[in-house]
Structures are given as C-alpha cells and as structure tokens.
C-alpha cells in the first residue's frame, strides 16, 4: 500500500508533468499565433504593395490621356501637381511645369510604387527585322554579323503572309523538321512571341535575350525619334558609349530633335537615313512599367492614346508581367537619366 509520502509524490509528478504539457502547448499557440500574425502582416504588405502599383498605373494613365506632349514627356500643369503653389509661385513659367519622359526613366509613384514611361515609337519594332535598330542592338550585344541577317531573315519569313523561303531563312518544311509549330504569317501580337521564330533561341544567348526583350516592341514603327528614343537604343543606332550618348541625350532634354545635322554634330555620327523618316512628337502606343520598390513583379502596360475614340480616351492593348529583380530600385536606370528625380512629390 502506498504511504502519505508516495501520494505526496505522485501528485508533485503529475503536477511537474501537467505544468509541462501546459508549457509545451502554451509555446506551440505562442508560435502557431506568431506565424498567423506574420503571415497577415505579409499579406497586408503584398495587398498594400499591388494597391499602390494599381493606383499608379491609374493615376498615370489618368495623366497621359489628360495631359499634352512636348517633344519627349508629358507635361503636367501646376494644377496637376501635388506641390505647395506658395512654392512655385516665383518659379519661371518653365520651370513651373514638371514633365514625365517618355525615354524609360524611373519615377516614384505612389508609397513603394515605381514607374517608368516609353514611347514605343523609341522602341526597336520586331515585326520590321529590316529596321536598323533590331540589327544595330544585336550587333552591340555580340550576335555575329551573320546570325544577325539570319534572325532578320528568319523573322521575315515567320511574319510573311506566303511560303516563300528567304536566303537563311525558314518556312514551314524547316519547323516540320525541328518538331516545331509552322509560323503564323502574320504579325507577331507580343514581342515574347519573337522566341518561337525558329532557331532564335541558338543564334541569340540568355544574356542577349534579357538585354534586348524590354528594349522590343511590336508597335508598327518606321521612323527615328531621336528626342524619346530609350537610350540603349540611341547608344546602339548611333554606335556610342555612355559618354559619347551624353551629350545628345543633354541636349534632348532642352529641345528638340528635330533635323539629322544636329544629331551628327551632337554625336559625330551620320546616319544615312531620309530626313523624311524622322519623328518630332511621341506617338499614341507607350509603354507603362509598374514595379513596387521591394514586393512583388513588374506589371507591363501597352496603353494606346485614343482621344478621338467612342468609348474611352486610352486603350490597354496588353498586359503582362515580369518577375522582380535584385535590381528592382534601379531597372529603369538609363545613361544620362536620373533615377527617381524630382518626380517624387507628382503623384502625391
């Protein structure tokens, strides 16, 4: 039988034991609460990151079919600035005005949000191979001479409309024989399609490939706007460095581009092309780039101006996304153009 000190015992174990279990359930709600609290914080984050980059991509788009051009950004009046008027009313009437570019420059938008306009007519057109800018940029990133006049090749025939086969390219026989998909003979509707021309993925690295896929555009585009041409671009076209780009791109930002001398005797390079092919104005077609500075992907908008249209002054033509950077800060960073500058308070 069991004496007064072994019940005394059993109760002082069954105690220990049952503060134990009560210390090891109390730590296990301690984390699964944690967890639940650190999830719903993230969430809120991601949930308030999507909402200031869906209210970028509204404001912005608000401005552009709003707002006028000047020969490279949009121009947005006092009234459209968030800014003290006591602040600006000793400005110059020039110096009143803020401007957006439409050259890919990164601005702040709202919260966290980050954005960057291009005009697409500064863009290198896929669905014209021919166009020296495509040829021009593949050059400046290593595609050998004769890779490059196969892509063009290729490309041609992939959007043609008949079978003919180009010297160095390929038709339908030739993707049969690959165990691809025959080619469209139409325009190509995204500049991503421009991976199922046959043998791209050999001729052109992964490396190339990240360079020239933001820089493409399937807009139809025939002539040179040296004032919202992306500087990458304008570097590879003009054949120049970041300090040989430097003086053009300075003198863009004062005025237009209007004539092929200036051009030359900005960059000292001739370009044999038809003074009749150069644009002064950005075009309706621009690109919309909306990131969050730490969550999240990149948001890709093809907005079309439309202010004579029946039901509306813009058109999203596409969207899709890319997935986030280390770089994300700085992606839109372009020689010559200053991140985040003096935009800040535009969209506040």
């Not at 210390?23 to 301690?30: Q, R, W």
């Not at 237009?256 to 000292?268: C, D, E, F, I, N």
């Not at 004579?308 to 596409?318: E, F, H, I, N, T």
């Amino acid at each position: 039988m069991a004496g007064p000190g072994n019940a005394k015992g059993f109760v002082l174990v069954t105690t220990l034991w049952a503060l134990a279990a009560l210390a090891l359930l109390g730590a296990y709600i301690n984390h699964v609460v944690t967890a639940d609290v650190e999830f719903a914080i993230e969430d809120k984050r991601v949930f308030e990151a999507e909402l200031e980059r869906r209210n970028t991509e509204a404001t912005v788009t608000y401005l552009l079919a709003t707002g006028r051009m000047n020969h490279h950004a949009l121009i947005l009046e006092q009234t459209q600035r968030f800014s003290d008027p006591r602040r600006d009313r000793t400005a110059s009437r020039f110096g009143s005005l803020g401007e957006l570019r439409v050259t890919g420059a990164a601005y702040a938008g709202l919260g966290g949000a980050r954005f960057s306009l291009q005009d697409e007519g500064g863009l290198i057109p896929v669905n014209t191979p021919k166009f020296p800018p495509l040829g021009s940029f593949l050059g400046r990133v290593g595609v050998p001479e004769e890779d490059v006049a196969q892509i063009t090749a290729r490309i041609e025939d992939y959007i043609d409309s008949d079978d003919s086969l180009n010297l160095n390219g390929a038709e339908r026989h030739e993707y049969r024989l690959r165990g691809k998909e025959p080619p469209l003979n139409w325009l190509m509707s995204s500049p991503l399609e421009l991976m199922e021309v046959l043998g791209i993925e050999e001729l052109v690295a992964p490396a190339q490939w990240s360079r020239l896929r933001p820089l493409l555009t399937m807009r139809p585009v025939s002539s040179y706007n040296f004032n919202t041409m992306h500087p990458e671009v304008l570097a590879a076209l003009l054949d120049l460095d970041t300090q040989g780009l430097r003086g053009v791109l300075e003198e863009r930002r004062k005025g237009s581009l209007s004539r092929l001398t200036q051009v030359a005797m900005l960059s000292g390079k001739h370009l044999e092309i038809d003074a009749m092919d150069v644009a002064v104005v950005p075009s309706n077609f621009l690109r919309l780039v909306v990131w969050h500075d730490t969550l999240g992907p990149r948001t890709v908008v093809g907005i079309e101006l439309t202010p004579l249209g029946k039901s509306a002054p813009w058109r999203r033509d596409y969207r899709y996304s890319e997935p986030a950077t280390a770089r994300n800060r700085n992606d839109s960073r372009t020689p010559g153009d200053r991140p985040l500058e003096a935009a800040t308070p535009l969209l506040r």
